[in-house]
């Protein structure tokens, strides 16, 4: 079981944190001025890679804030990002 | 004569402490501290059981929890299958069985208490040997929390280092990720009977640690012979254990049979105690000789043992061109340092080629590995020696637990296979409940002969949690029963207990299906209560409903941009129903949103979306609209909320209400008033679920209690009915409002359910917008939801039956148009309806359809969801 | 005013909490107290001090700290919220475009108290390592499978806020956790 690290509460552990997937996927600006494959590729498409991601979690059980970490998906080590 | 082998005082056994045990149906006799296994080898019972596949006769093979092969079943005080004998401690009247392989669980469940406890520290060590003792003793100092954790039982005299937390009987079962340590103790068997009644038999221990040492020694191999499963072979170090800690001597005449210096001290110890001792060293010259001391020298080198006669014991043994009549193997193949947990820490292993073993080669997580468990002390070994090829592989065991033979191994090299992973899953070595402890090495060993390779390249399979087999009792640990899952309940769950509800679970709430009367059954009993709300006043427990209170100076414009229609021309005192959709256009949740100040807002979610809802909102708040100035609180449990329904509702209120205008032009519908109910500050709303008259009145949750009792009373006059779930989703099909997440699946737009209607016609986005333009989800064809008649008005739709186009199906594929989503009779149709969503549901009304009922196809009417009162004449009573 | 005709969620386990202290030898006390006045505050950075003046008290700054004032506890929840637990009078009134919000949730949770061997009865379902937390401590964290603030409210006592509708669950579990502690 992960130990994440909370920006504002410290360690805790995983099951108190909710997944949010890939850090830095922001809404657009103008939905309605993008094609549809372009709209395709805001829902539907996601990078999987082995090793070093950036991803989005919430502090769900704790003080309910978001906050981006890195993960690395095959050892499971984690950071805070910047 | 009782106990024939016992020979001198093993350190761990109390010779003034005799128990009496029954093993299959001999009633023997042992020590305290004895295991079962010491304890039957005392009996001079070396067969234990069967194995699993080919049904041979199998012993005793170590002294701990890596024994392959010694397999029994406790029956009492309560059936336990598949424990090894060698880590049961005895208690008195123990009752065991040999076993075949294979256990018997029990019917019954399990009485015994088990629980799990949190612990943390600075250091944890794993294993009380002399390596664990001194890297504990070394860690202890003021402010550091050190545990150690042992899975034998407290040896006599070892001491504690003082500033240690001590845990024996407790066996480290799994490493994961962060130094998270999952440990099971088992605190009350060794106790038999005497055991406290209110105690856990056995503890999960979840343990965070700064810093993790490994002690975890090391577990001798066995060597591949044929007939080397023979009841009487075992390995060399346990004959040891058993002489020293158990006083047991496991034979008088005893082959050595060895590939390293580590068997000779063994030799010697049995030879003191009266053995006579042959020592086999499959060695050739300098390398056998045997180490510093005076040691005895082996009898026969370069020797192999290439016949074992005796089946439910060895007998005698074929070594080289000799036959020796013995009565024990005992072997030693080399040793392999206990390692699992440090694999499944992430650590790397390498082969050494001294040691004939793999050693750890670095960890990411905070680990050390002490002591033989890093390979300190390990004699040289090679590589298990292999027989030639012979008829006879198929009797040379690699795998005792499996019945996994060298010939098993050759067939999956055979067959292609290569790595270890696969000839694993093919062949089923290592994967017993000894995972392979004393047996991996071999198997890499004849995948390597097979392959011409080594066993370094070959290397072993991955360990895997849990070390050692935990009962899923011990997992479950208090999670059974009603402690299995919270169990919410609302202020006036009392009430519908006392009143004989039966209830159902919606999420982790119990709500109240129905309160059957004298006599009813459910039909009867929702029936009623469906009448009742129709055509008099019927009340329900509505407090499940998400609440969130959403305040700030942006308020209105965040729900804007969360619901499909416009929140922000509320006015204060009004509410309005809306629709969420996902990113994808999808429906997520809906509810009411009442306005109750220019910068204040109360909305409400479906009782079981309460939570996601509002992480919803957190999350659009947090990472996408920073700027917006909103807060959101979850208020379901501050309010209680009674509805109150039909025809009858308003003079009920009335009488209840004294300071509230109940008439409607004073109170319209889809408005909140607060005033005073019964006495209590309260907060009524006039919406409805039913399409009736209805009051949804909300009170601090503290008081709903006497809300309800005040509104049973208020409304006997009228004969007030309490109704439950069924009802209420009776009463809201009948008026074709869908339930989100019963009549959707996540697959299902606003304009699929028909609430196209509540999507705004102004271009101001909200989330999904775009994705409802999307080709996909604009289809003319996509599924909608649409009510169906039954031609027969007393057949009854089952949920989740598929709908078709025609009878009789014809041939496969059969076009599959859609499910049913709801289905129920109802009193004011005097009939069976459902809903379904149905392929170009809308351009089907009218038509006839079919819906699989057990292999039968029943003809169906589609119809517009609304059933009830299209118009909506009833809503103002 | 007519009758206080309130229940407060573990009214029903007061005889089950007396036995537990009696079994335990008073080693261990679990006890509701009812009724605990709480205001969840949140403020942005500019307005906190507007926010402070009408609660009436200092709102922690550190992280899951508490800040006490006479018959009033602040708990750090958020960066921008926390609970007041405690006090009474009316509840204040948010001005428009304030920066600060204020919501009543006294209904939303209720207070069990425990004292004596409260962290070594914790350890059986709270993952926090209750022995390092420091002072004036607070944590809203899982108790078994029910969401809780825990804080520090007295010597020897830690309080748990419950949510109402999970406090029947998490009376019983805690009950049942102290089953060894009862002879």
């Known amino acids: ?82 | 004569m009782s106990q024939p082998f016992r020979h001198g005082d093993g350190d761990r056994i109390d010779r003034t402490r005799p128990l009496t045990f029954r093993f299959g149906d001999r009633v023997l006799t042992g020590f305290g501290g004895d295991t079962l296994a010491s304890a039957l080898l005392a009996n001079g019972v070396h067969e234990v059981g069967r194995s699993v596949d080919l049904g041979r006769p199998r012993g005793i093979v170590a002294a701990g929890v890596e024994e392959p092969s010694a397999l029994v079943q406790i029956e009492a005080p309560f059936p336990e299958p598949m424990l090894t004998a060698t880590t049961v401690e005895l208690y008195d009247g123990l009752v065991a069985q040999p076993l075949a392989g294979r256990g018997l669980l029990s019917s019954e469940p399990d009485p015994a208490r088990y629980d799990a406890v949190w612990a943390h520290c600075e250091v944890l060590v794993v294993g009380a040997g002399p390596a664990g003792l001194a890297a504990a003793t070394d860690a202890a100092r003021p402010g550091q929390r050190v545990m150690l954790v042992d899975e034998r039982p407290p040896g006599p005299g070892e001491a504690t280092p003082a500033g240690v937390r001590r845990l024996s009987r407790t066996t480290v079962v799994g490493y994961y990720d962060d130094n998270f340590l999952v440990a099971i103790e088992r605190r009350t068997d060794h106790l038999g009977p005497a055991a406290p009644p209110n105690a856990a038999r056995q503890r999960v221990w979840r343990i965070r640690a700064g810093r993790v040492v490994l002690a975890t020694g090391a577990h001798e191999r066995s060597i591949p012979f044929p007939d080397n499963d023979r009841p009487g072979i075992m390995l060399a170090g346990a004959a040891l254990t058993y002489l020293r800690c158990y006083g047991v001597l496991v034979g008088r005449r005893a082959l050595v049979y060895t590939t390293n210096d580590s068997a000779y001290p063994v030799a010697d110890a049995l030879r003191s105690a009266g053995a006579e001792v042959v020592v086999a060293d499959t060695r050739l010259g300098s390398r056998g000789v045997p180490p510093a001391g005076n040691p005895p020298a082996a009898d026969l080198t370069g020797a192999r043992i290439t016949e074992v006669f005796g089946e439910q014991r060895v007998i005698c043994v074929r070594v080289g061109d000799r036959r020796l009549d013995v009565d024990v193997v005992l072997v030693s193949g080399g040793f392999n340092p206990v390692l699992h947990l440090y694999s499944q820490a992430g650590g790397r292993l390498r082969y050494d080629e001294d040691l004939g073993a793999l050693l750890p080669d670095g960890c990411r997580q905070r680990v050390d590995v002490v002591g033989t468990a890093a390979g300190e002390g390990l004699p040289r070994c090679g590589p298990p020696p292999l027989p030639e090829p012979s008829a006879a592989d198929s009797r040379t065991f690699v795998d005792l637990a499996r019945d996994v033979t060298i010939a098993d191994v050759r067939r999956a090299t055979s067959a292609g296979l290569r790595s270890v992973e696969h000839i694993k899953r093919y062949t089923t070595a290592g994967t017993a409940h000894d995972q392979g402890k004393t047996s991996g090495l071999l198997t890499s060993a004849a995948v390597a002969a097979a392959l011409g390779s080594s066993a370094a390249e070959v290397g072993v399979t991955t360990a895997r949690p849990p070390y050692v087999p935990v009962a899923f009792a011990t997992l479950a640990g208090r999670d059974r029963g009603d402690l299995f899952d919270p169990i919410r309940i609302t202020p006036m769950h009392g009430w519908h207990v006392a009143h004989g509800a039966t209830f159902e679970n919606v999420g982790q709430w119990k709500r109240a299906w129905y309160y059957p009367r004298e006599g009813e059954d459910m039909a009867a009993a929702v029936a009623r209560e469906c009448r009742a709300a129709r055509t008099g006043v019927a009340m329900m427990d509505v407090s499940t409903l998400g609440k969130i209170d959403v305040q700030g100076p942006d308020a209105a414009e965040f729900l804007d941009r969360l619901y499909t229609n416009l929140m922000s021309t509320l006015s204060v005192g009004t509410v309005r129903y809306g629709v969420m959709c996902g990113v994808d256009g999808m429906v997520l949740d809906d509810g009411t949103a009442a306005r109750l100040g220019p910068e204040r807002y109360l909305v409400t979610t479906t009782t079981g979306n309460a939570a996601l809802v509002l992480d919803w909102m957190e999350e659009w708040l947090q990472t996408e609209w920073p700027r917006l100035r909103v807060w959101c609180t979850s208020v379901t449990e501050q309010w209680a909320t009674v509805a109150l329904v039909g025809p009858a509702a308003r003079g009920v209120l009335a009488r209840v209400a004294p300071d509230l205008a109940v008439d409607t032009a004073s109170f319209p519908f889809m408005r909140w008033r607060d005033t005073t109910v019964a006495g209590l500050p309260a907060r009524v709303f006039r919406i409805s679920f039913s399409g009736e008259l209805a009051y949804e009145i909300n009170v601090a949750s503290w008081n709903g209690h006497a809300l309800w009792e005040e509104l049973v009373a208020a409304g006997a006059a009228d004969g007030i009915v309490p109704y439950g779930t069924e009802a209420m989703h009776v009463l809201r099909a009948e008026k074709g409002y869908p339930i989100v997440g019963q009549d959707t699946d996540g697959t299902v737009t606003p304009d699929d359910l028909g609430l196209g209607w509540a999507i705004r016609k102004s271009d101001k986005d909200f989330v999904g917008r775009r994705s409802l333009s999307r080709p996909d989800t604009a289809r003319p064809d996509r599924k909608q939801l649409v009510g169906l008649l039954p031609e027969d008005p007393a057949r009854h739709l089952v949920e989740g039956a598929h709908i078709v186009e025609r009878a009789p199906l014809g041939p496969p594929p059969v076009p599959y148009l859609g499910h049913v989503t709801s289905s129920y009779f109802s009193v004011a149709l005097d009939r069976t309806f459902a809903l379904a969503l149905v392929a170009s549901g809308r351009q089907r009304i009218g038509t006839r359809l079919f819906a699989t009922l057990d292999g039968e196809l029943i003809p169906v009417e589609v119809t517009g969801p609304v059933l009830y009162d299209p118009k909506g004449a009833r809503r103002d009573g | 005013m007519t009758a206080d005709r309130r229940r407060s969620p573990l009214g029903g386990f007061a005889t089950a909490f007396a036995r537990l202290d009696t079994g335990s030898g008073g080693r261990l006390r679990i006890a509701e107290r009812p009724y605990p006045r709480q205001l969840d505050v949140r403020a942005e950075p500019t307005a906190r001090a507007a926010a402070e003046a009408a609660v009436g008290m200092a709102l922690p700054s550190t992280p899951n700290r508490i800040n006490r004032s006479g018959d009033r506890t602040a708990l750090w929840l958020g960066p921008d919220e926390w609970l007041v637990v405690g006090g009474g009078g009316d509840v204040p009134a948010v001005p428009e475009s304030a920066g600060w919000g204020l919501v009543d949730v006294s209904a939303q949770r209720t207070a069990v108290v425990l004292s004596g061997t409260a962290v070594e009865l914790l350890a059986y379902g709270c993952a926090l390592d209750l022995d390092r937390m420091g002072p004036d401590w607070c944590a809203q964290t899982t108790l078994a499978r029910a969401g809780v603030i825990l804080w520090d409210s007295a010597t020897d006592e830690i309080c748990v806020l419950v949510r109402a509708s999970f406090a029947a669950y998490l009376a019983a579990w805690l009950l049942d956790a102290a089953t060894e502690l009862i002879g």
């Open chain 1, 1 to 82: 079981m992960m130990l994440i690290t909370c920006p504002w509460c410290g360690p805790r552990i995983e099951i108190e944190f909710h997944y949010g997937g890939e850090a830095g996927v922001a809404y657009p600006e103008n939905p309605a001025e993008l094609s549809h494959e372009e709209w395709g590729r805001y829902l539907f498409v996601r990078a999987n890679p082995k090793g070093e991601f950036f991803e989005r979690w919430c502090h769900s059980a704790g003080c309910r804030r978001w906050f981006d970490l890195r993960r690395d998906t095959v050892t499971h080590e984690t950071g805070s990002i910047g």
